[in-house]
């Protein structure tokens, strides 16, 4: 199959590109560098160092002896998303090109708008460019299991059936959600779901859980990595842990750390989103695929951490943090997650296998983790309403739009 990956610059565009050209499908890329620069802005890096994308086709090439095309511009340019669809005629879209990070979207007014315009935006994008360009191309979009929230009862993959005062339907399941940029991700279902009933796409809305993990097994060279955010603003809380654990950092549980969430593998994420791929919906089907292994609390995730990082002779502590954020810290988890274990899904990685795997990666690259230490602590408050002065010496710049252009 010939696949757009949007985002493919990103934490897991970039695997996903590598693990479908392993699979023999063809791979084209669309990339605006926008989280190189936002990463940047909150003064921090990815702690692999992340080659240009010209090197990193030029270090596929020599690899694995394959070529990725590339799009250097932002899906915000209409007439660039309706040229690349014109132009690739791709069987299968993977949307992941949107800003991901809730603290980011909690920064301040700027950011919470440029989050939800730009995510709206983009995906609203592609599904007019698909309807006129590429109407059986299968869309497959980045969505979250935070969309859903954590609700008192079991969560169904997007739709359940309801009674109510003598009338049955099936409905999609409400939404919750915690943040401004999650709350972006239930305005990009609902349009994604509306356009494929009026103009029949094929859709798959992938409710993905939170990732952890640094290595696919593609990634036989250091210049294929994909990059490794441990920031408070762009890491994930158990890589941001292992990091903390290795600085020498306490590990940073928010409040009282019951907070339950769907965890899954960098590797098992990309297994699933190929999956998704290569079994594409029916031209009009909307449908929902919630992504996740299994659920762990925080401090299951800080206990885990800090179990293995003694081992390692690490000194690790934990330390409940007052939360930034505003969400509950003990409460129930029942997540169901069924369609894709149906269309062969298997988890291939334990979760205390892959927290060793990343320590012994970040060992190499403990100069870059040093040089950024003062950015990993929290600082960004739900309540506050602007938390760029909080950032201190790294205050945010407000966002800029990037160049566009195929190159
Ligand atoms: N947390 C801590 N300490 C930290 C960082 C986070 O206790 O240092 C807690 C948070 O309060 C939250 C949980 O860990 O309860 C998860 O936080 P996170 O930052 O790892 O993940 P989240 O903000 O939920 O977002 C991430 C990705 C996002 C994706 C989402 C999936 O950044 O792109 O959509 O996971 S989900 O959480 O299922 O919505």
Avoid: C
């Avoid at 989103?273 to 079994?279: G, K, Q, S, T």
């Amino acid at each position: 199959m010939k696949v757009l990956v949007t985002g493919i610059d990103g934490y897991s565009g970039w695997p996903l590109a590598l693990h479908l050209l392993a699979r023999g499908h063809e791979v084209v890329g669309i990339d605006n560098f926008a989280t190189r620069r936002r990463v940047a802005e909150v003064g921090s890096w990815s702690a692999t160092p992340i080659p240009s994308f010209a090197r990193r086709q030029l270090a596929v090439k020599e690899v694995l002896g394959k070529e990725i095309a590339f799009y250097r511009g932002d899906l915000a340019d209409y007439d660039l998303v309706e040229k690349v669809l014109a132009t690739e005629r791709p069987d299968a879209i993977v949307h992941l090109g949107e800003q991901r990070s809730a603290p980011y979207s909690m920064i301040d007014v700027r950011h919470a708008v440029m989050t939800q315009v730009q995510n709206v935006t983009s995906t609203l994008h592609l599904l007019y460019a698909m309807r006129d360009k590429a109407p059986d191309a299968h869309l497959v979009k980045m969505g979250t299991m935070g969309e859903y929230g954590t609700p008192r009862v079991p969560i169904p993959e997007g739709f359940f059936e309801v009674e109510y005062r003598g009338g049955t339907d099936t409905l999609p399941f409400p939404r919750q959600a915690g943040s401004w940029y999650h709350w972006s991700k239930v305005f990009d279902s609902g349009d994604v779901m509306f356009a494929s009933k009026i103009w029949n796409l094929r859709a798959t809305d992938v409710m993905q859980g939170v990732i952890y993990g640094i290595r696919t097994p593609e990634m036989t060279d250091r210049r294929l990595f994909t990059r490794f955010d441990f920031d408070e603003t762009w890491g994930t809380v158990l890589n941001r842990f292992i990091v903390q654990a290795i600085l020498g950092l306490p590990l940073s549980v928010y409040g009282q750390g019951g907070q339950t969430r769907g965890f899954l593998a960098l590797e098992d994420s990309i297994q699933s989103l190929r999956i998704a791929v290569e079994h594409p919906a029916s031209a009009g089907e909307y449908r929902v695929f919630n992504q996740f292994d299994a659920a762990y609390s925080v401090n299951h995730l800080a206990e885990a951490t800090a179990g293995i990082a003694r081992e390692l002779g690490y000194s690790p502590t934990i330390a409940h943090m007052p939360n930034p954020r505003v969400e509950q810290e003990r409460h129930g988890y029942e997540p169901i997650h069924e369609h894709l274990y149906t269309l062969g899904y298997r988890r291939t990685r334990t979760l205390d296998e892959v927290i060793r795997e990343i320590f012994q990666t970040l060992r190499r690259y403990r100069r870059r983790l040093e040089a950024k230490r003062h950015v990993v602590q929290p600082t960004v408050d739900w309540r506050r309403p602007d938390n760029r002065g909080s950032l201190g010496a790294r205050a945010p710049t407000p966002p800029t739009p990037p160049p566009s252009g195929a190159t």
